[in-house]
């Protein structure tokens, strides 16, 4: 099965000419290796003109985040519709980043159910600030999950990818171990399973934090996961290339 790579390039480059460059070198990239799907997520204003003229293939864009009404007096934000207008198909949700920002599990809720009516997929972000020796990391994350998730989220599983992103992991200079990412996936789709059924067996979950060229090909193979969601790395043409042809030979 193909891996699914989201570029989550945060607010990097500086310029849409880098930003083109950036771009290019990824399409190229994903072209030459067939294991591979990306998702590439820039900063909202180089969405429309990466995104023009790009047919479907195995480059797709995805914004870094949406607001959960349909439009009106919400300066700064940005609407589904308006992502989808830009070609996106993705929306990632509830970044650690954005977390530490204020926004809360409801939130993130109301914006899984926005994406999912206005015909985009979200990759609803969920993880712990820290890891303790005891079992609250699988407490929190059913949490973010039961609150995160609507019961009409819970019909359309087959549309919601979920990302594991310890926030402990991410920026840092050490990936969490795949079969610490295994035990999580198991317990993900245990969780949902409960709650919604069967279909909550086959959620797609990528993992997140510190993923490079050298730890993507044991996390894809042991973590139990579909893909994964890489910050740094992505906007490195030569880190990227290096991970994603780790993801092609897993
Ligand atoms: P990182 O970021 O790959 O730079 O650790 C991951 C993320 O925040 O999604």
Redesign the pocket.
Known sequence: MKSLIVA?WKMNPKTYKEAKKLFDETKRLTGLLKGVSVVVCPPAVFLRSLAIGQRAGRISFGAQNVHFEAQGSYTGEISVAQVKDAKAAYAIIG???RRAMGETNYDVRKKVDAALVGGLTPIMCIGEKERGHGAEHFELAREQLRVGLSEDAGKRLSKIIIAY?PVW????TKAMEPRQMHEMAIFIRKTLVERFGEAGHSIKILY????DGKNAGDMLRNGDVTGL?????SVDSQAFSELLRACAEA
């Open positions: 989550n970044h650690a980043e992103e992991a991410i920026g840092a997140g934090g510190s993923v969601l890489v910050g740094r790395v």
